[in-house]
């Protein structure tokens, strides 16, 4: 966590180093999905973004997105804990519904055009870190009281934190009075684990990307 903060005061020292700035406001509406196996599910997210213009190439972005609950089901086996339970094992569906918040600071790049071209496209990319917080809920059908038995996860909902390295591919073209439209697809690659026993999968999870559309406004 620490070191997610002194990333943000070195990007932001080295913007500042390269002023005058010009700001821009973004937002977007997009669908997100969840890659890892025993995680997978769609979702839609809205996203709001600040960009700081230091060149005509450059600069550095925030910003906050949120997605709706991402649903997904799996059958899974109660053992008892002890001999003299019975039965001794039976089988139950759990019923997860995840969702995060990300909250992302880092660099922008323009590979092609500028951040103010007028009468032509862009291609851009971005990479930064961002502090994903999570949560999720799981439903067991029929419920396992776990005084008695032994499941992968546990029912009831918890929240998780993690850190990630956000990438992102854009394109985007004016159209009309410093009003730009844009898509983009984005990669949210989890960089810490903190286990919870609410979460069938810990390790690299959530790995999500997303991919959206959007208006660009520059001031």
């Not at 002023?19 to 709001?48: E, N």
């Not at 684990?193 to 999968?201: F, G, K, N, T």
């Amino acid at each position: 966590m620490r070191s997610f903060f002194i990333t943000i005061a070195i990007l932001c020292s080295l913007g500042l180093a390269a002023q005058p700035a010009r700001f821009s406001f973004a937002t977007d509406l997009g669908l997100q999905r969840s890659f890892r196996k025993d995680q997978r599910y769609w979702a839609i997210g809205h996203t709001v973004h600040g960009h700081f213009h230091f060149t005509d190439r450059q600069g550095l972005y925030g910003s906050f997105a949120y997605f709706s609950a991402g649903r997904f089901r799996h059958q899974f086996t109660a053992t008892a804990k002890s001999a003299t339970t019975t039965p001794q094992n039976f089988s139950f569906y759990n019923n997860t519904e995840m969702r995060f918040k990300l909250i992302s600071l880092g660099w922008k790049q323009y590979v092609r055009g500028r951040y103010n071209v007028s009468d032509n496209w862009n291609l851009y990319g971005s990479a930064g870190f961002g502090l994903m917080l999570g949560r999720v809920t799981n439903e067991q059908d029929p419920a396992v009281d776990t005084s008695l038995y032994e499941v992968p996860v546990y029912r009831g909902m918890a929240h998780f934190k993690r850190l990630t390295f956000d990438l992102a591919l854009g394109w985007e073209v004016p159209i009309g009075g410093e009003v730009y439209f844009y898509t983009e697809g984005r990669l949210f690659v989890p960089t810490t684990d903190y286990p919870s026993r609410h979460l069938l999968v810990n390790e690299n999870a959530p790995l999500a990307a997303a991919a959206v559309a959007g208006i660009r406004i520059l001031f």
